[in-house]
């Protein structure tokens, strides 16, 4: 671990790296998001900073042993502390367990995140990742404003199907909320850095199909990344299994209707694309109006000095 900048022993007379556990998990909960302090529980590696008894760093890596490569989830410094090698030190310190024989043995650690992202993109340079760019959709991120929907072409048109209705996620009674729970709970947009819940979503906006009153399909308006704009919003697709594209763009529409009556036209929609088949139905609903704003990366470190590659992270 040579090649990367960390802390001297003389200059961590102030600062202890500790193992991140569950009995002082807590100590350490400011820096961690509640979906990365779960994985704890799922067997996460974690190790934390601590500077005259107050915490000022957190990393954690998924350590599953069927793969060959560790995945870095978060690494974290309080702001009054960076700068000062405490976030390469951590990482070094847990790049020494992972790659131990007599731990974990890993040939390598991983990450995957969205760009732009300048701060995240200079510190993983400073402890030598390499990055690297996905060859196709997975993991964009395209923007429109409302004001542009109503331009689209999917807008203008209605085509009713009697054995298609549309219901939005207010109305939805207990039982039809209990149906659309498993499906919630299978999703993942923790890409976004807006994870879509029921306590994200603006129920009046999102819809849901339906065909002989069985859910086929979920459209999700969400609030956006805590922190970020206020005229912000995600435009999720939580699942479709319904084939009539007709029935698809009504939904569409029907969301587009609700967001622009609760919504000003400037509210940008952010809406994650997950495959190359979900960027062409983006295509086909917005055309070029649509524009990529995020994309994701991976980058690696090798322990060995072998190729690291985001199909095994």
Request: glycine residues 6%; hydrophobic residues 40%; contains cysteine.
């Given at each position: 671990m040579s090649k990367v900048k960390k802390l001297k022993a003389e200059e961590m007379d102030e600062i202890t790296i500790t193992p991140v556990n569950k009995d002082n998990v807590a100590f350490f909960a400011p820096m961690l998001p509640i979906e990365i302090a779960e994985e704890l529980d799922s067997g996460a590696a974690a190790l934390g900073a601590v500077v005259?008894?107050?915490?000022?760093?957190?990393?954690?890596?998924?350590?599953?042993?069927?793969?060959?490569?560790?995945?870095?989830?978060?690494?974290?410094?309080?702001?009054?502390?960076?700068?000062?090698?405490?976030?390469?030190?951590?990482?070094?310190?847990?790049?020494?367990?992972?790659?131990?024989?007599?731990?974990?043995?890993?040939?390598?650690?991983?990450?995957?995140?969205?760009?732009?992202?300048?701060?995240?993109?200079?510190?993983?340079?400073?402890?030598?990742?390499?990055?690297?760019?996905?060859?196709?959709?997975?993991?964009?991120?395209?923007?429109?404003?409302?004001?542009?929907?109503?331009?689209?072409?999917?807008?203008?048109?209605?085509?009713?199907?009697p054995e298609i209705s549309y219901r939005f996620v207010a109305e939805l009674t207990d039982y039809h909320m209990n149906m659309l729970n498993s499906?919630?709970?299978?999703n993942d947009a923790n890409y976004t850095g807006a994870p879509v819940t029921w306590e994200t979503v603006v129920p009046e906006c999102s819809v849901v199909m339906y065909r002989e009153n069985k859910p086929v399909g979920c459209l999700c308006v969400s609030d956006g990344i805590p922190g970020g704009e206020d005229n912000e919003k995600f435009l999720s697709v939580l699942f479709i299994y319904e084939k009539s594209t007709a029935a698809i763009l009504g939904m569409f529409r029907h969301a587009g209707e609700a967001a622009l009556k609760k919504f000003s036209v400037e509210t940008l929609l952010k809406i994650p694309v997950v495959s190359d088949s979900s960027m062409k139905m983006v295509k086909r609903l917005f055309g070029e109006r649509a524009k990529v704003c995020q994309r994701m990366v991976t980058a690696g470190f090798s322990f060995r000095g072998t190729e690291i590659t985001g199909e095994v992270a």
């Amino acid at each position: 671990m040579s090649k990367v900048k960390k802390l001297k022993a003389e200059e961590m007379d102030e600062i202890t790296i500790t193992p991140v556990n569950k009995d002082n998990v807590a100590f350490f909960a400011p820096m961690l998001p509640i979906e990365i302090a779960e994985e704890l529980d799922s067997g996460a590696a974690a190790l934390g900073a601590v500077v005259d008894g107050v915490a000022v760093g957190v990393i954690v890596v998924r350590a599953d042993r069927e793969q060959s490569v560790a995945e870095l989830l978060w690494i974290y410094v309080a702001p009054d502390f960076r700068r000062q090698y405490i976030g390469s030190t951590l990482f070094c310190e847990m790049a020494d367990i992972l790659e131990d024989p007599y731990s974990f043995d890993f040939e390598g650690v991983s990450c995957t995140y969205s760009i732009p992202n300048d701060e995240v993109e200079m510190f993983l340079k400073s402890i030598k990742f390499e990055q690297w760019e996905s060859d196709n959709s997975m993991g964009q991120c395209v923007e429109i404003t409302l004001g542009e929907i109503v331009e689209c072409d999917f807008y203008k048109k209605s085509v009713r199907n009697p054995e298609i209705s549309y219901r939005f996620v207010a109305e939805l009674t207990d039982y039809h909320m209990n149906m659309l729970n498993s499906d919630l709970d299978r999703n993942d947009a923790n890409y976004t850095g807006a994870p879509v819940t029921w306590e994200t979503v603006v129920p009046e906006c999102s819809v849901v199909m339906y065909r002989e009153n069985k859910p086929v399909g979920c459209l999700c308006v969400s609030d956006g990344i805590p922190g970020g704009e206020d005229n912000e919003k995600f435009l999720s697709v939580l699942f479709i299994y319904e084939k009539s594209t007709a029935a698809i763009l009504g939904m569409f529409r029907h969301a587009g209707e609700a967001a622009l009556k609760k919504f000003s036209v400037e509210t940008l929609l952010k809406i994650p694309v997950v495959s190359d088949s979900s960027m062409k139905m983006v295509k086909r609903l917005f055309g070029e109006r649509a524009k990529v704003c995020q994309r994701m990366v991976t980058a690696g470190f090798s322990f060995r000095g072998t190729e690291i590659t985001g199909e095994v992270a």
